[in-house]
């Protein structure tokens, strides 16, 4: 049996093995005791991961960095929105193995970037493993998602499911699977300008769709529901 965490992947396998009555769709769940919408503690977490104000609005993304997670794209998007826009992105870098030389390069080519553009005002990296993904979730406004490709995009159910919007690249079989225009975030192509702009209307996407899509996701995608099913 092949459990896949995507239609996407259950495809794929399908067309390579030439059966699919041995491959079963399990997309990975969202803990629903970590994973929801709470306003409350949303600019106390800022304050104590980032140091960013109420007045600031944070984007954010969490992931391993190498070439494929694309953060130094955001880099680029930044510099095309107002001042009151801010970044984090962390995550931890492989420091051992084949792989090694070139995760460590591309680290290496955000920071020059990141003190190029002068932008330690405005955006925060951070190096190393991140605990308690959840609170850099619910203390942001907008959680981007830049990368080249995936196998299902977790972090973007975890985001809605805490009733953050989500703008990513358009990945076909995955963002676009996830992601409800206008109502749990925006799809973009790579290019930081409308990046930028997609940005700026999920900033604008009313609370009540927020929390319906929240809703959405747990019903559908959490521990309880796809275990459950899987069972």
């Known amino acids: 049996i092949f459990v896949c965490i995507s239609e996407m992947l259950r495809k794929r ?12 769709c399990r997309p990975n769940s969202v803990d629903e005791k970590v994973f929801y919408v709470d306003r409350k503690n949303k600019y106390r977490y800022r304050k104590e991961l980032t140091g960013f104000n109420e007045k600031d609005k944070v984007l954010v993304f ?7 997670k694309n953060q130094i794209f955001l880099l680029d998007v930044i510099r095309f929105l107002p001042e009151e826009y801010k970044l984090v992105i962390g995550g931890p870098l492989v420091d051992y193995g084949p792989l090694r030389e070139r995760d460590q390069n591309y680290f290496d080519e955000i920071v020059y970037r990141f003190k190029k553009y002068n932008l330690e005002n405005r955006v925060k990296i951070i190096r190393g493993f991140i605990d308690k993904v959840d609170r850099y979730i619910k203390m942001s406004d907008v959680y981007v998602f830049p990368s080249y490709s995936e196998g299902l995009g977790t972090p973007i159910l975890e985001s809605i499911a805490c009733g953050v919007p989500v703008v990513a690249n358009r990945i076909e079989g995955i963002t676009d699977w996830i992601i409800k225009e206008g109502e749990s975030g925006y799809l973009s192509s790579l290019n930081p300008e409308e990046f930028a702009l997609k940005i700026q209307k999920a900033i604008e996407i009313p609370e009540e ?9 747990l019903k559908n995608f959490s ?6 099913e899987y069972y």
């Open 13 to 24: 396998c399908i067309k390579w093995a030439g059966e699919d009555h041995k491959i079963w």
């Open 62 to 68: 969490i992931a391993k960095f190498r070439p494929t």
């Open 209 to 217: 769709k927020l929390l319906k899509e929240s809703d959405r996701i």
């Open 223 to 228: 521990t309880k529901v796809i275990d459950e």
